[in-house]
């Protein structure tokens, strides 16, 4: 029986290029901060042209690796889970744009997420959180009428109990997931009085994590939660 053609397809030069810069940083050869060697050194160490590195670069400081400012040498970035969430930011609202389900699917993984922080929230809290979180309700309050502010202490008040777990892989989570939903905020948050209610629930669940109540915390902000995800709309 023949054996079907396995083609071998060739690289562009600034694939394999690319490769290298990036395993350059992968292994710890080049640190965050540290510049990335000049043109003409990588030139010469690889045996390539100029086009090729500039477009390796590009793709490097495309996937949030490095920076690069005009006139002056490119530099490693330090990865955080916040930056790595950056790089998908366009391509998740296009995502959620082309599809009604993708929007529903983002509700939801909101809801169990969250469900999971508030229990940890309650367990974690001290009274200094407490406070933060009173005093971000305060301010959204007093931002009745003004709707990017109140919806901006909105998504502010859910990222600080996600804080509250102290991993800030939780906190990237969130910050983004809420970043992705901002852009399906309607205007009946807050010009039908709806934003009232918003207000009650937060000083409940507030109340629940103040009170290390761990099943009342995650009930109080589930509510809060299915309440509010018909507020977001294609």
Same mark, same amino acid.
């Given at each position: 029986?023949?054996?079907?053609?396995?083609?071998?397809?060739? &690289?562009?030069?600034? *694939?394999?290029?690319?490769?290298?810069?990036?395993?350059?940083?992968?292994?710890?050869?080049?640190?965050?901060?540290?510049?990335?060697?000049?043109?003409?050194?990588?030139?010469?160490?690889?045996?390539?042209?100029?086009?090729?590195? &500039?477009?390796?670069?590009?793709?490097?400081?495309?996937?949030?690796?490095?920076?690069?400012?005009?006139?002056?040498?490119?530099?490693?970035? &330090?990865?955080?889970?916040?930056? %790595?969430?950056?790089?998908?930011?366009?391509?998740?609202?296009?995502?959620?744009?082309?599809?009604?389900?993708?929007?529903?699917?983002?509700?939801?993984?909101?809801?169990?997420?969250?469900?999971?922080?508030?229990?940890?929230?309650?367990?974690?809290?001290?009274?200094?959180?407490?406070? *933060?979180? &009173?005093?971000? %309700?305060?301010?959204?309050?007093?931002?009745?009428?003004?709707?990017?502010?109140?919806?901006?202490? *909105?998504?502010?008040?859910?990222?600080?109990?996600?804080?509250?777990?102290?991993?800030?892989?939780?906190?990237?989570?969130?910050?983004?997931?809420?970043?992705?939903?901002?852009?399906?905020?309607?205007?009946?948050?807050?010009?039908?009085?709806?934003?009232?209610?918003?207000?009650?629930?937060?000083?409940? %669940?507030?109340?629940?994590?103040?009170?290390?109540?761990?099943?009342?915390?995650?009930?109080?902000?589930?509510?809060?939660?299915?309440?509010?995800?018909?507020?977001?709309?294609?």
């Amino acid at each position: 029986m023949t054996q079907p053609l396995e083609q071998i397809v060739r &690289r562009k030069l600034s *694939d394999e290029v690319f490769d290298r810069l990036e395993r350059m940083i992968t292994s710890g050869e080049l640190q965050p901060g540290d510049e990335m060697p000049s043109e003409r050194v990588l030139m010469e160490r690889f045996g390539v042209g100029r086009p090729a590195i &500039r477009e390796a670069m590009q793709s490097l400081a495309n996937k949030g690796l490095v920076s690069i400012s005009h006139g002056e040498r490119a530099k490693v970035l &330090r990865l955080t889970a916040k930056s %790595i969430f950056r790089q998908v930011d366009l391509t998740a609202k296009i995502m959620l744009s082309q599809s009604s389900d993708s929007l529903e699917y983002l509700k939801s993984a909101r809801i169990f997420f969250e469900r999971g922080m508030a229990r940890e929230a309650a367990q974690r809290a001290s009274a200094n959180d407490i406070a *933060d979180l &009173r005093n971000i %309700i305060e301010r959204q309050r007093m931002s009745l009428g003004r709707a990017e502010e109140f919806i901006d202490a *909105d998504m502010e008040f859910h990222t600080r109990i996600a804080q509250i777990s102290g991993n800030p892989i939780y906190v990237a989570v969130s910050e983004a997931m809420l970043a992705w939903l901002k852009e399906y905020h309607t205007e009946m948050l807050i010009w039908t009085g709806k934003e009232k209610f918003t207000l009650a629930e937060h000083d409940e %669940i507030v109340d629940r994590l103040a009170a290390n109540d761990v099943d009342g915390s995650e009930t109080a902000l589930l509510k809060h939660l299915e309440r509010s995800r018909a507020l977001y709309a294609k």
